[in-house]
């Protein structure tokens, strides 16, 4: 079974500076997908970039980043040049290719960007 | 173009009673999913619908029921509530294909239910 930890359960950052929130997973497939939502203070879930695993190219939109480690399970996101509106607790999540494609979430990470 | 919806937004239950939780897309989607949303554990996928005509249970369907009424609506429906379901409920929905592609999934903006 796959499992999606997030160990940095709240952080802070200041505003314009530069942060990176930590997803690890366990896995045994080969083939599958990692995500980085975004829910702020309304709840809306937000998708803020997703990277496929066939793909060795870290992905980026715009501001964000991930550091992608297929050996290593990592799949970390960098948050460039914060701003107030990017507060709102982050979840990664991994789905396998294939089969029902569900998602396996991470636990979440709160982020609070300090004016 | 409404994307995923749901309704109620908000909703107070005595232990005991009974009620559903409606959840549309207007994607054309194929795939839809309810999870539940609790301080700490992140989301939690409850049961699923991967294509019209099919549901599966997800990783915590105990005390849960669902539909796949047709393309568009997936209700979720709490026979007899308990406290332990209070909680924020999400529906989501997705394109996948065989390939795998198109296969974020969007989500609705959430249900608050509390049990007493």
Known sequence: AQTVTQSQ???????????????????????????????????????????????QQNATENRFSVN????????????SDSQLGDTAMY?????????????????GTRLKVLA | NAGVTQTPKFQVLKTGQSMTLQCA?????????????????????????ASEGTTDKGEVPNGYNVSRLNKREFSLRLESAAPSQTSVYFCASSYTTTSGRKNEQFFGPGTRLTVL
């Open chain 1, 91 to 107: 979840f990664c999540a991994f789905m396998k290719q294939g089969g029902t494609y569900k998602y396996i979430f991470g636990t």
């Open chain 2, 25 to 49: 897309q207007d994607m054309n989607h194929n795939s839809m999913y309810w999870y539940r949303q609790d301080p700490g554990m992140g989301l939690r996928l409850i049961y699923y619908s």
């Open chain 1, 9 to 55: 359960p709240e952080m802070s950052v200041q505003e314009a500076e530069t942060v990176t929130l930590s997803c690890t997973y366990d896995t045994s497939e080969n083939n599958y997908y990692l995500f980085w939502y975004k829910q702020p203070p309304s709840r809306q879930m937000i998708l803020v970039i997703r990277q496929e695993a066939y793909k």
């Open chain 1, 68 to 79: 992608f480690q297929k050996a290593a399970k990592s799949f970390s996101l960098k948050i």
